[in-house]
């Protein structure tokens, strides 16, 4: 069915400007965003997403190599962003207890709303990973998946540290207060409630955030 839609690098191409690869690939991610959103894995085309970003279909082979790659940039990218930013904010500061509540009030709310707007494709990305497993593995040259969660582990071992929390596994702590984030954020509907006015999204918020802050050793604030 034609669509009065401009696809994102048609303006551009009537320029005649020759666009950079950076700018093609930042097409080929916003499209496939947005149709693997609006249409899931399995029913987007790398026709329509090439189509969507004003780029030949060719170049989507030439950055992401095939479609599951494209799909885990797409849905993985905004994580990988935003985990590799708190990384560097957080490791800045990461010695200062006296912000803990400060930072991982922010970390788990920001979180917590990224995975909550994104619960389409973290669930069509783990449904693909089933029967499509390079959705998952690594990006290339033995790049991990998400390299901010790398970075991330790294400041909050050191923070636990500091906190002299020395009997638990950091790099578990960690990875442990993210699922929960996440999977509170994407499962809430299930195991938390759908309405809204019985458990509003602050108060989930402030309770994650208070148990991140005692899974890395801060002490909590008296009541």
Do not use: C
């Not at 987007?44 to 969507?52: C, D, F, G, L, N």
């Not at 912000?99 to 995975?115: M, T």
């Not at 449904?127 to 690594?138: D, K, M, R, S, T």
Request: charged share 30%.
């Amino acid at each position: 069915m034609p669509s009065d839609r401009t696809a994102p690098g048609a303006a551009t191409a009537r320029t005649g400007r020759r666009r950079t690869s950076v700018e093609i690939h930042r097409l080929l991610l916003d499209a496939a965003s947005e149709l693997f959103a609006e249409q899931g894995y399995t029913g987007t085309t790398t026709r329509e997403i090439a189509a969507r970003a004003g780029v030949p279909e060719v170049m989507l082979y030439r950055h992401f190599g095939s479609k599951a790659r494209l799909f885990s940039a797409a849905s993985l990218q905004p994580f990988d962003d935003f985990l590799s930013e708190f990384a560097s904010t957080w490791g800045a500061h990461a010695d200062e207890t006296s912000r803990d509540e400060e930072y991982l009030r922010e970390f788990v709310g920001r979180l917590y709303d990224l995975a909550k707007g994104r619960r389409k494709l973290i669930v069509d990305l783990l449904a693909a990973a089933e029967y499509e497993p390079e959705v998952l593995q690594p990006a290339g040259e033995g790049r991990p998946p998400l390299e901010g969660l790398v970075e991330l582990v790294s400041v909050g071992r050191t923070a636990m540290l500091d906190r002299g929390l020395n009997d638990v596994d950091s790099e578990v702590a960690v990875r442990a207060i993210i699922s929960m984030v996440i999977a509170t954020a994407v499962l809430g509907p299930l195991f938390v409630g759908g309405d809204p006015t019985t458990l509003g999204r602050d108060e989930v918020v402030d309770d994650l955030a208070r148990m991140a802050r005692r899974a890395i050793g801060g002490r909590p604030r008296s009541r």
